[in-house]
């Protein structure tokens, strides 16, 4: 399994994601969404380009993007499943590392959203 970062940008991302999930449907939900997201990171982690997995390079050089939707059956949790995941995990491998520059809603212009100097840090 490779080696992955989270960038501030993606740590900020996460950190909103699971406090609306909170907000808006509970602590189960926003513990079950939490455990997805653990589950997306593993499989990029484990297979960066793993079917599935679409290269953006519209978002920059080697950039892919993973939806959590991918990683439900990795998921294991007592609490369920998330049905409707409506996040991306963008990414890219720099040097032996796989840097998580976003996750983002599926509704947002990704490139918008991913600044090609700030992103990856």
Do not use: K, N
Request: charged residues 25%; aromatic residues 6%; proline residues 4%.
């Amino acid at each position: 399994m490779a080696r992955y970062r989270l960038s501030a940008a993606a740590q900020s991302d996460i950190l909103d994601i699971l406090a609306w999930s909170q907000a808006q449907f509970g602590e189960v939900a926003r513990r079950r969404y939490e455990a997805l997201i653990v589950a997306a990171l593993r499989d990029i982690a484990t297979q960066p380009d793993r079917p599935g997995s679409l290269e953006r390079p519209e978002l920059g050089t080697a950039v892919r993007s993973w939806h959590l939707r991918l990683s439900r059956e990795h998921a294991s949790t007592e609490l369920g499943i998330v049905r409707h995941p409506r996040h991306f995990l963008i990414y890219r491998l720099q040097s032996d590392v796989i840097v998580i520059g976003r996750v983002l809603h599926e509704a947002m212009e990704l490139a918008s959203h991913l600044d090609p100097q700030t992103s990856w840090e």
